[in-house]
């Protein structure tokens, strides 16, 4: 168990919804980072945060968002979701925003789009 | 463009040292270079952060040249248990963006 938590574990929804999904980091990281693993495929770096402020950002598509609020918990927000937005997406915590990047990953969002 | 390579897939067999390389063609100057271990269905796992040279920890070595382009994970005697995929992570020095491997998936054969 890697202490960063995710909900919810799976998501069924249809094309054109809106999402948000949630993740809580390991208790003291400051550092909370959004990727997306399609099936068989790498992991794609979305978005960083760092103590509430957007500290890098990857390729994330503009109708995705995210958000880091003051107890440090982020909500990654899908929305006019098509078929090719069914993926896992993992969020990570950290203790540091720069430079040093052992992160600990969530168990994913498994969203599927029909 | 900044990229992160490493071989898409190797075998091995129990027992057998292992050396997955990982070529980093733009890391940032400040960064640490990190390796991850993934399961099916799993998060990534961290395994091992080195900055220069060698580092080794229980599970793991970690070999980087003083150029810093290439970095290379050592697992000495695997079990079958090691199969999974492994990643390197870079941060590109051109844009703040991390950047990982496309993965190398490991096959441990008894």
């Known amino acids: 168990d890697s202490g960063v938590t995710q909900t919810p574990k799976h998501l069924i929804t249809a094309t054109g919804q809106r999402v948000t999904l949630r993740c809580s980091p390991r208790?003291?990281?400051?550092?909370v980072y959004w990727y997306q693993q399609s099936l068989d495929q790498g992991l794609q770096f979305l978005i960083q945060y760092y103590n509430g402020e957007e500290r890098a950002k990857g390729n994330i598509l503009e109708r995705f968002s995210a958000q880091q609020f003051p107890d440090l918990h982020s909500e990654l927000n899908l929305s006019s979701l098509e078929l090719g937005d069914s993926a896992l997406y993992f969020c990570a915590s950290s203790v540091s925003g720069v430079g040093d990047y052992e992160q600990y990953f969530g168990p994913g969002t498994r969203l599927t789009v029909t | 463009l900044a990229k992160t390579t490493q071989p898409i897939s190797m075998d091995s067999y129990e027992g057998q040292e292992v050396n997955i390389t990982c070529s980093h063609n733009n890391i940032a100057t400040n960064d640490y270079i990190t390796w991850y271990q993934q399961f099916p269905s799993q998060g990534p796992r961290f395994i091992i952060q080195?900055?220069?040279t060698k580092v080794t920890n229980e599970v793991a070595s970690l070999f980087i040249p003083a150029d810093r382009k290439s970095s290379t994970l050592s697992l000495p005697r695997v079990s079958l248990s090691d199969t999974a995929v492994y990643y390197c992570l870079g941060n590109n020095n051109a844009g703040n963006m991390l950047t990982f491997g496309g993965g190398t998936r490991l096959m441990v054969k008894p």
């Open positions: 208790s003291g990281d400051l550092s």
């Open positions: 080195g900055y220069k």
